[in-house]
């Protein structure tokens, strides 16, 4: 029977400024010395880390000072036991979260060149099939009182249908991260009800059919704003982001890092761009927070960088981003 993990908050907590539903799972990484080969084994470094999307954007967000819930689950494990006392320890508010007794918790396995590029990945997060509209129609008033909710496309389709039409229906803003070209198309028919959408370019081109390079991203991603996302931002890697509005496009190139691994960058970006919003700036001032988060990021070995801080995020941003 899943139960609310109510032990991983404290009791006197405040409402949450944003809602996040989403993944939370095991990270297992694996980072080569030398160059990869493909189809043998490669010498290099295993780490396991918390990760899942909006568990890695939540835990950003926590870590710029903003109040945020986290709806997930976890299996009855010690896998489970693990990344939700981490997650919980740096300030992301779990009391929603489900245990499940028949679940195993989620495992995402990421393999790495030796510049910290991704060259593969695989997901195992069947038990987040868990999180349906039953359990969203429960958490109501988390909703209706959040000034922003977040979703990843981990969830059920049914989940984030029933988020995007609470969205239209409440006028809280959505934010939905599509994770992955596959998991895209859980997206594609809900557009009506998305204020923020952050894909890259390849989950771009899964959204819209068109095959969008960095020269044309502007009009691929107006596609997603016609179909009723408010504003589009696509993420560019080291060359920065897009962002897309009725109104038009804004190209922001990316603060200078010394990457240790991608690994949360876009996770950082998208939670650096809500704490923006939230904080009441202008969307491109959001889009430099979000950008200054994810060079802060890619710096750190961890998915999630445990030395982020509002402080360093305003810092950075008040340097001009390299030009795109």
Not at 25 to 36: A, I, P
Not at 87 to 113: F, K, M, N, P, S
Not at 273 to 300: P, S, W
């Amino acid at each position: 029977m899943p139960t609310p993990c109510e032990r991983w908050g404290e009791s006197g907590m405040s409402q949450p400024e944003v809602v996040v539903v989403g993944g939370i799972n095991v990270d297992l990484k694996g980072q080569t010395s030398g160059r990869f080969e493909l189809r043998t084994s490669n010498p290099g470094t295993l780490q396991a880390t918390p990760g899942g999307v909006g568990r890695n954007i939540a835990e950003n967000l926590a870590r710029l000072d903003v109040a945020v819930t986290l709806l997930s689950a976890v299996g009855a494990d010690p896998e489970g036991e693990r990344i939700v006392r981490e997650t919980a320890a740096a300030g992301v508010d779990l009391r929603h979260l489900l245990q499940l007794e028949t679940e195993r918790t989620g495992t995402y396995i990421a393999l790495l060149d030796r510049d910290g590029e991704l060259v593969a990945a695989l997901a195992d997060m069947a038990v987040l099939d868990r999180l349906s509209v039953e359990y969203l129609q429960s958490k109501l008033a988390l909703f209706r009182a959040a000034r922003y909710i977040v979703c990843d496309a981990n969830i059920p389709e049914a989940a984030i249908a029933f988020l995007s039409a609470f969205s239209r229906m409440s006028g809280v803003p959505l934010a939905v991260e599509p994770v992955s070209v596959v998991k895209a198309q859980r997206v594609a028919a809900h557009c009506g009800g998305i204020s923020l959408l952050t894909p890259n370019l390849d989950e771009l081109a899964a959204l819209t059919g068109t095959e969008p390079e960095r020269r044309t991203v502007a009009r691929s991603a107006q596609v997603l704003v016609d179909r009723g996302v408010a504003t589009v931002i696509t993420t560019l890697g080291e060359a920065g982001l897009c962002c897309t509005t009725q109104a038009g496009s804004l190209l922001l190139g990316s603060y200078p890092a010394t990457v240790a691994e991608v690994t949360g960058a876009g996770d950082a970006l998208t939670a650096g761009v809500i704490y923006g919003l939230v904080r009441g700036m202008e969307l491109a001032e959001a889009c430099r927070r979000g950008l200054a988060a994810a060079a802060l990021t890619v710096a750190a070995p961890e998915t999630v960088n445990p030395r982020l801080s509002r402080a360093q995020v305003e810092a950075l941003a008040a340097a001009p981003p390299v030009r795109p």
